[in-house]
Structure formats: structure tokens, C-alpha cells
């Protein structure tokens, strides 16, 4: 699999997300920070409508099923537990900020799915966490290259 492939579908994957898609693509791959940046958003994106659109229907038809009913309701106790303060507080703009905090289990696929637990409607949605994700972005290239600049300097 091509390397750009690899840093589109591990920022596409919860928990890691562009996290750590980012400093993959920079420190491992060697690709210029844009092109990392950029990779490492797409993928991270690309399972927000998925989770926006599907999951009130396919959690509908998996809830029949004990194992999954108990999943989702771990699942969505803890989301909501996690981001009941910001999103609450401080509505879409709240969602935004709860995704472009760069911690583990904060990212666009938790996001999405507070914005599923909270009601909130699927395009402002969509646009609050594309904003988040971006910040998110922002912060992480901006730690992985300054960190990379500290570095060489130390040396």
C-alpha cells in the first residue's frame, strides 16, 4: 500500500485520527508538512458523514442485538459524559472546540457522535467539526514542526 494510502486510513481510524496520521506522514514518510496536513484531514473527515448520516439508522437495527446494546450504551454514556460541559455550554461552536483539542478520544469520531447524542443538526455539525478538525490540524503540525526545528537546533 502507498504511503500517502497508509496516512489516509490511519487518520480515518478512531482514537489515533490525525493525531497520529500527522506525525507519521512528517517524521516517517518525510512528506512536506502540507501534504501531510492535508492527508491527515481528508482522512480524518472522511468518516464524519458516514457516523452524521448512518449511525441513527444502523444503530436502530444493531440495538436488537444484546452485545451491541450494551456497546452503544457504554459507547454514547461515555461520549456524552465527556462532552456534556463544552457542547452544553457552548453549542456548535462548544463541538468545534471539544474536536480540535488534540487528546486521545476527542477527535471528529467522538464529535460526531456527541452531535448525534446532543440533536444537533447533521450540517452545522459537519461544519463545526471540519472547523475542529482543521484547529486540530493546526496544533498538531504546529508541535510536530516547531518540535522538529527544537531538535535540530539542540543538536
Known sequence: MSYWLWVLVLAATPIVELRGAFPLAYFYYHMPWESAFALSVIGNLLPVP?????????????????????????????????????????????????????????????????????????????????????????IVAAICITGKWLWLIGK
Open 50 to 138: 458516514f457516523i452524521l448520516w448512518l449511525l441513527p439508522v444502523t444503530e436502530k437495527y444493531l440495538r436488537r442485538v444484546s452485545v451491541f446494546d450494551s456497546f452503544f450504551n457504554w459507547l454514547f454514556a461515555r461520549t456524552h459524559r465527556k462532552a456534556e460541559g463544552t457542547i452544553n455550554a457552548w453549542g456548535l461552536i462548544g463541538l468545534a472546540i471539544f474536536v480540535a483539542v488534540p487528546f486521545p478520544v476527542t477527535g471528529a469520531w467522538t464529535g460526531s457522535l456527541a452531535a448525534y447524542l446532543f440533536g444537533l443538526k447533521k450540517l452545522p455539525a459537519l461544519l463545526s467539526i471540519i472547523a475542529g478538525v482543521l484547529i486540530a490540524g493546526t
